[in-house]
């Protein structure tokens, strides 16, 4: 009964959530979109001519609203280049170059090579969160892998004055994932988007400058497969 419940809260929050309105209304395939618009537009992120790693992209919200920044006009091309990587599939969106796969794998990663083409990333996005198991100290253990994952690809790929944003929760490993952060970029911010809804302890980290940039691909050791799900 009590799941019941929440069931029927969280489909009324859903259906009556502005942001939800304004997503159909404007096109996105979820309002997520609006939270990397609000970041963006309070920290200049995204420019013309960058080229943009979006991990853990699907369904594409983030990429659409990349590539609407990146165009001069609506249903033009890019000034720029858009990748985005996941392991499960997506709709395609034009001018995104969509990579269906595991990132830490080798043949994945020489796929992003080819199509940078050399080129080092100017901003990498994350989104990504694992599924949830319900026991907190495993959840949290999971959060945190995949953001080490996301700061080791931005070791290897970013420029030097190149930037990451991701997602993290403050219930799950926040300090520790803010210290790591800390040590690996010259600048750290956090931000609470008004599209992160309330009750969330929903929040984004946004590192830029790289201390320690590497050259080379990234890899680490996968936790179980259940909790890769982005």
């Not at 369904?59 to 392991?87: F, H, V």
């Not at 010259?186 to 400058?209: H, M, W, Y």
Request: aromatic share 6%.
């Amino acid at each position: 009964m009590a799941k019941n419940k929440i069931n029927k809260n969280w489909i009324h929050d859903h259906i009556n959530d502005p942001y939800v309105k304004l997503a159909q209304k404007e096109g996105y395939r979820a309002r997520a979109a609006f939270k990397l618009k609000e970041i963006d537009e309070e920290e200049k992120l995204i420019k013309p001519g960058q080229v943009i790693v979006d991990l853990g992209c699907t369904p594409g919200s983030w990429g659409q609203y990349a590539r609407r920044k990146l165009s001069g006009k609506e249903g033009g091309g890019i000034n720029g280049t858009l990748i985005g990587l996941d392991m499960l599939p997506m709709e395609p969106i034009a001018d995104f170059h969509f990579i269906q796969g595991d990132f830490r794998e080798a043949d994945v990663l020489q796929q992003l090579e080819a199509v940078v083409q050399g080129q080092k990333v100017d901003l990498v996005l994350s989104d990504m969160a694992p599924n949830l198991s319900g026991i907190h100290d495993s959840d949290a253990a999971r959060m945190e892998h995949l953001i080490d994952l996301a700061i080791e690809f931005s070791q290897a790929h970013l420029k030097p004055g190149g930037a990451l944003l991701v997602k993290c929760f403050k219930d799950m490993g926040f300090n520790d994932i803010v210290l790591k952060f800390r040590a690996e970029f010259k600048t750290v911010t956090q931000k609470k988007p008004k599209a992160s809804r309330d009750k969330s302890s929903e929040i984004f980290l946004l590192g830029r400058g790289l201390k320690n940039p590497t050259d080379g691909m990234a890899s680490a050791q996968p936790l179980d497969s259940e909790g890769w799900r982005p």
